[in-house]
């Protein structure tokens, strides 16, 4: 994580940024024109903030990748072991294990659809979704051709290097 040399006005925008859960655009706006610096100052520190936030954006989004495996790591061993208990309870003809903390029983679920063949089954045993072809209606405005309920627009962003 890269921290950047902020003032200590920015910092005041920083920590209000961390410790808001919402934030309010409006004291937001206000906290920053009330800085009494030249615009392109207050550009330039304004984008030191923008900067500590994306290396926080990345180490909190390694963390919830780390935690994702994690817990997909646990739910796996989750049920390994219930099938453990479940294949042994069935070989030793039990149903149900009654404990101090827990009750343990096999159970039949409810009926479900195993598909065998998909191509032998009906036509209107399928879901279709409809989805606008973004990159063709593109290449047809971009060719002069009118698609009803489709433009072109061009937007702006900004960027910081």
């Given at each position: 994580m890269q921290l950047y040399n902020l003032t200590a006005n920015y910092q005041q925008i920083a920590d209000y940024i961390d410790s808001a859960e919402e934030l309010d655009e409006s004291l937001l706006i206000d906290t920053w024109e009330s800085i009494d610096e030249a615009f392109e100052d207050k550009v330039i520190s304004t984008a030191y903030v923008i900067k500590n936030n994306d290396a926080d954006i990345e180490t909190i989004s390694n963390e919830i990748r780390r935690l994702q495996k994690l817990k997909q790591t646990k739910?796996?061993?989750?049920?390994?072991?219930?099938?453990?208990?479940?294949?042994?309870?069935?070989?030793?003809?039990?149903?149900?294990?009654?404990?101090?903390?827990?009750?343990v029983s096999?159970?039949?679920?409810a009926e479900s659809v195993e598909i065998?063949?998909?191509?032998?089954?009906?036509?209107?045993?399928?879901?279709?979704?409809?989805?606008?072809?973004?990159?063709?209606?593109?290449?047809?405005?971009?060719?002069?051709?009118?698609?009803?309920g489709a433009t072109l627009k061009r937007t702006q962003s900004l960027q910081i290097r």
């Open positions: 739910a796996n061993a989750n049920e390994r072991l219930k099938g453990y208990i479940k294949d042994n309870m069935l070989q030793l003809d039990k149903t149900k294990i009654k404990g101090d903390l827990f009750n096999v159970r039949n679920n065998l063949n998909e191509s032998a089954l009906p036509e209107d045993a399928f879901k279709t979704t409809r989805t606008p072809d973004k990159t063709a209606i593109k290449e047809a405005l971009k060719n002069g051709h009118v698609v009803d």
